[in-house]
């Protein structure tokens, strides 16, 4: 294996960052100082150590995360929890986000050290069905859902968005859903405002432009005011694990997705 390849699957970094590492001369082979990223190393018996300490090999992860809301998909961030602050450090150092969710998002995020299972996944040619749950103010008549799922236009400059699948869960008024709708303050509704019409349903994209589904709702006519991603192709958010935990993938789940090397 490539000593790069062994450095990412290891949780010391992404491959770009460990090839800086290897240039800088802070690994070590078998006790010599190695500078090639393209090295072949035997996994199982050299002795590969970063900056002294000796790298043991995991091999490639893949994480479910159910994200609460109120924290960024980001590795880091000075004003706001991140993702990352979810996972024990030590395991996380060449894991990374697959796609994003916004600030206010909840559900299904996935994390790995392998880059291929990635650009995958992200790949908009892959056509992979992302499917998120809403809540939003207003309402989708028959032409809006159409608009939905043959494209609808989302901003300035922008191509149509790609055939997509809507179902609508609830209808209806406000008064008659407050109960059922996952947000403890909506601060832009008061109780004059009782009468204001309200849709949930899920809606299913393949690509992944900025806040594409609050996007394409709006321009259906409605304001999301809660989002929930559950399910990634044929991969379900599991919903025994509570908001802010995560686990690794089984194989079978990995399978699911049909990208990915099972572990
Ligand atoms: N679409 C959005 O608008 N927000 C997300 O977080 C994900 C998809």
Same mark, same amino acid.
């Given at each position: 294996?490539?000593?790069?390849?062994?450095?990412?699957?290891?949780?010391?970094?992404?491959?770009?960052?460990?090839?800086?590492?290897?240039?800088?001369?802070?690994?070590?082979?078998?006790?010599?100082?190695?500078?090639?990223?393209?090295?072949?190393?035997?996994?199982?018996?050299?002795?590969?150590?970063?900056?002294?300490?000796?790298?043991?090999?995991?091999?490639?992860?893949?994480y479910m995360f159910n994200k609460p809301a109120g924290c960024i998909t980001a590795r880091k961030d000075k004003d706001h929890r991140t993702v990352f602050d979810f996972f024990d450090d030590d395991k996380m150092n060449g894991v990374f986000h697959v796609g994003r969710?916004?600030?206010?998002?909840?559900?299904?995020?996935?994390?790995?050290?392998?880059?291929?299972?990635?650009?995958?996944?992200?790949?908009?040619?892959?056509?992979?069905?992302?499917?998120?749950?809403?809540?939003?103010?207003?309402? /989708?008549? !028959?032409?809006?859902? &159409?608009? +939905?799922?043959? *494209?609808?236009? =989302?901003?300035?400059?922008?191509?149509?968005?790609?055939?997509?699948?809507?179902?609508?869960?609830?209808?209806?008024?406000?008064?008659?859903?407050?109960?059922?709708?996952?947000?403890?303050?909506?601060n832009n509704i008061d109780s004059n405002q009782y009468n204001q019409p309200v849709v949930s349903g899920y809606l299913t994209i393949t690509e992944g432009r900025n806040h594409q589904v609050k996007r394409m709702l709006k321009a259906a006519g409605c304001y999301v005011?809660?989002?929930?991603?559950?399910?990634?192709?044929?991969?379900?958010?599991?919903?025994?694990?509570?908001?802010?935990?995560?686990?690794? /993938?089984? !194989?079978?789940?990995? &399978?699911? +997705?049909?990208? *990915?090397?099972? =572990?």
């Amino acid at each position: 294996m490539r000593l790069d390849k062994f450095l990412a699957e290891s949780s010391v970094g992404r491959r770009k960052i460990v090839r800086i590492y290897i240039k800088e001369g802070l690994i070590e082979v078998n006790g010599e100082v190695i500078t090639e990223p393209s090295m072949d190393i035997n996994e199982n018996s050299d002795v590969i150590k970063y900056l002294g300490k000796v790298v043991s090999y995991t091999g490639k992860v893949y994480y479910m995360f159910n994200k609460p809301a109120g924290c960024i998909t980001a590795r880091k961030d000075k004003d706001h929890r991140t993702v990352f602050d979810f996972f024990d450090d030590d395991k996380m150092n060449g894991v990374f986000h697959v796609g994003r969710l916004d600030k206010d998002t909840e559900g299904l995020l996935l994390l790995t050290n392998d880059g291929e299972f990635e650009h995958k996944l992200m790949h908009p040619q892959e056509h992979i069905e992302k499917t998120y749950f809403f809540w939003a103010l207003g309402s /989708l008549d !028959e032409e809006n859902r &159409k608009q +939905l799922e043959q *494209g609808i236009y =989302i901003g300035k400059g922008e191509i149509l968005t790609k055939p997509a699948k809507i179902e609508v869960h609830r209808c209806g008024m406000y008064k008659d859903f407050k109960h059922e709708m996952p947000i403890d303050n909506l601060n832009n509704i008061d109780s004059n405002q009782y009468n204001q019409p309200v849709v949930s349903g899920y809606l299913t994209i393949t690509e992944g432009r900025n806040h594409q589904v609050k996007r394409m709702l709006k321009a259906a006519g409605c304001y999301v005011v809660y989002l929930k991603r559950v399910s990634i192709g044929g991969l379900m958010l599991d919903e025994s694990m509570e908001k802010g935990r995560y686990r690794l /993938l089984t !194989e079978v789940e990995i &399978k699911k +997705l049909g990208i *990915g090397r099972v =572990i």
